[in-house]
């Protein structure tokens, strides 16, 4: 049986040049010989295509809503910060790793998955009823949320300086927050574990969002003598990879 591995999260707000450069010098620094990212097949194959747009196969009416509204929401906060909302940390991850000779593991669950357990989720009354969560706040509470986007991105470290944001989505949209953070969150850090198990030493990037979720997760994993064994994907990147688009 291998010696177990480690895995290194390195907490990234998806945009921001300073979390790229962080992407880029701990990967150097740590020297693993895994680079995760928060990507499935699907959306890392897209990188040769240099197709982008939203992952929309298999949604319909509500759920497409949402999801459209979550991206639109994304992406303006994203350019209201003056950010490329194209240039992300998966593509540094990805080309740091072609650069150092690294083979990528793909830890995200498939879009279709994601896409799927949306669907399902996310029915006619799933909007109606977040607005009326929000209606439900006070003016001092809409206030508070609304500082919660004054956060620089490059003072964010660590999950816990994102986790308010979390919560504020989890409130409104409670669906949302289960397919999109709590499910990838265990699937993410399921298969860093398996990764750990098997003895490789990886470099995991992720958004800030999943940070403490992955961390719950594998410390509840190492305490186990049996862990869920999720097949990871593992794909040699190319030099030529110049970018990847997150939705």
Not at 24 to 50: C, H, K
Not at 76 to 97: C, I, N
Not at 99 to 115: F, S
Not at 211 to 234: Q, W
């Amino acid at each position: 049986m291998a010696s177990p591995g480690s895995v290194t999260i390195v907490p990234s707000v998806h945009f921001s040049p300073s979390h790229r450069r962080r992407v880029r010098e701990t990967i150097r620094d740590e020297r693993p010989d895994l680079v995760a990212v928060e990507l499935g097949d699907r959306r890392f194959d897209r990188l040769d295509r240099r197709t982008g747009g939203p992952d929309l196969n298999g949604l319909t009416g509500p759920a497409a809503a949402a999801y459209l509204t979550l991206r639109t929401i994304q992406r303006s906060v994203v350019r209201l910060y003056g950010l490329d909302p194209e240039t992300t940390d998966m593509e540094t991850a990805v080309e740091t790793a072609a650069e150092l000779d690294l083979d990528v593991a793909l830890i995200d669950d498939p879009i279709d998955e994601t896409v799927g357990a949306l669907a399902r989720r996310v029915g006619p009354m799933s909007l109606p009823r977040s607005f009326l969560r929000a209606q439900r706040l006070s003016p001092s509470e809409r206030i508070a949320r609304l500082e919660l986007l004054s956060l620089p991105f490059e003072d964010v470290e660590h999950g816990d300086d994102v986790q308010p944001l979390v919560e504020h989505v989890r409130e409104l949209f409670p669906e949302l927050a289960d397919v999109l953070v709590d499910r990838r969150d265990h699937a993410m850090a399921e298969r860093l574990d398996a990764l750990r198990r098997r003895g490789h030493d990886v470099v995991a990037i992720v958004g800030a969002a999943h940070h403490n979720g992955i961390e719950r997760r594998l410390t509840e994993l190492a305490d186990r003598e049996a862990a869920p064994d999720r097949p990871v994907p593992i794909v040699t990147p190319s030099m030529d990879v110049t970018r990847i688009r997150v939705s």
